[in-house]
């Protein structure tokens, strides 16, 4: 018994000293920024993120230090993180704003079709987590009025209205909890990080080159069929091909 209980105090502890550990870790990267020690802050900032650490304001640190490093690439990956993590949050979209301010070039984007632009708003309106808890809350309430009606017989009028009520929410969030599913495992864009990187003609080096980008550029990704490549959309209806090596994938 006191063999147990030793056992379970000795877990308690250790949980307690590895949750402690990141926001330690945080916590000092935070203090770096302060001292003006911006690439050591990024580079703790970056330890925690490679070890699966997935947080709004962990990027947005992440993305102030890299951006006043001036390595602007990182910087704009890492607001862009942020702000798929946090859309609603205007704080990081101004600073992403900034950052591509320093972009030296960007590819013409197509301004988004109305209900396209709708639609991404509706599903910011919850995180991913969020559509899934009101499904699975609706989906309980449905079940449970459904179990009245069958154990108590009919149900009033307005409780009928509330059985279709429920039911409609429920198919709602079943639907945003798809979309955003579906917006989070997305991954058709991506960051130069290179300082410069050529967009070839063909997947070769030796082609020939249609037009250069610098570090910090979007890129809409269309496939990467081709080992080593990935083919582009240039956002002005052409299209060309770039180095994986040169980008990395939000």
């Given amino acids: 018994m006191r063999l147990l209980l030793l056992t379970g105090w000795l877990l308690i502890l250790f ?25 050591t802050a990024a580079r703790l900032y970056q330890q925690l993120i490679n070890q699966g ?39 990081i979209r101004h600073n992403l704003q900034l950052a591509y301010q320093k972009v030296v070039d960007n ?59 429920a039911c409609v929410c429920f198919l709602l969030f079943l639907a945003g909890s798809i979309a955003a599913f579906r917006e989070a495992n997305k991954h058709d864009q991506a960051i130069v990080m290179a300082g410069t990187t050529a967009i070839k003609t063909a997947p070769d080096e030796n082609s020939a080159d249609l037009t250069t980008f610098h570090e910090g550029a979007k890129v809409i990704l269309l496939n990467n069929n081709a080992p080593g490549w990935t083919k582009v959309d240039l956002g002005n209806g052409k299209t060309g091909w770039i180095s994986q090596k040169d980008i990395k994938v939000l």
Wanted: aromatic share 18%.
């Fill in 15 to 39: 949980t307690g000293a590895y949750a402690q550990a990141p926001q330690a870790s945080f916590e000092k990267a935070n203090q770096y920024y302060q001292q003006k020690k911006y690439d």
């Fill in 53 to 91: 650490y997935q947080e709004a304001a962990l990027y947005y640190n992440a993305g102030n230090a890299y951006f006043k490093s001036n390595r602007i690439g990182p910087a704009i990956y890492s607001f862009e993180k942020a702000s798929h993590l946090d859309p609603g949050n205007e704080v």
């Fill in 107 to 165: 590819p013409e984007q197509i301004p988004p079709i109305v209900f396209l632009q709708w639609e991404k708003n509706v599903i910011h309106l919850f995180s991913p987590n969020g559509w899934a808890l009101g499904c699975f809350i609706f989906c309980w309430l449905l079940m449970l009025m459904a179990g009245l009606w069958m154990w108590r017989g009919p149900l009033s009028r307005r409780g009928k209205w509330g059985l279709y009520a």
